[in-house]
């Protein structure tokens, strides 16, 4: 059996758009962790992985120009998702939201600090390539 390589579709572009990654990210940020928050009761080194994942993804698959929206979208998604989720479970009960939202925060604290130093490395690199050099200018 021989198959047409004509008939497969190719995918056009170098890669996700800024609103793509946003989405990707932020659905796969949020699927691991409402899963890891419900068998668990909380978060941990699963949800830790996948933000760093989420990360060098978002750098990897995106277009030029991504970088600060592929840096700054996962630890937002992350924050947004366990504290509804602490609404969702606790209702409006200051304490207990602000308990289990800095608890979440903090247990990935790590994953959290290693992403962005990796992303925001990333971004900047980026950036200073972009700029012309000061030797060829003097």
């Known amino acids: 059996m021989s198959q047409d390589v004509t008939n497969r579709i ?7 758009k800024r609103e793509g990654v946003v989405v990707l990210q932020t659905l796969f940020i949020a699927l691991f962790t409402l899963l890891e928050l419900w068998i668990r009761n909380g978060v941990g080194i699963v949800t ?6 989420s990360v060098f993804a978002g750098i ?11 840096v700054v979208t996962p630890p937002l998604a992350f924050a ?10 606790h209702g ?24 962005a130093l990796y992303g925001w490395f990333m971004f ?8 012309p050099s000061r030797k060829s200018a003097a």
């Open 10 to 16: 190719a995918i056009s572009g170098p890669g996700l």
């Open 48 to 53: 830790g992985l996948v933000l760093c994942v």
């Open 60 to 70: 990897r698959f995106g277009r030029k120009g991504t970088r600060y929206v592929s």
């Open 80 to 89: 947004a998702t366990v504290f509804i989720y602490a609404i969702a479970s």
């Open 92 to 115: 409006i009960s200051i304490s207990r939201v602000g308990i289990d939202f800095v608890a979440g925060l903090a247990s990935v604290a790590p994953y959290l600090i290693i992403s």
């Open 124 to 131: 900047f690199n980026e950036k200073a390539k972009s700029r």
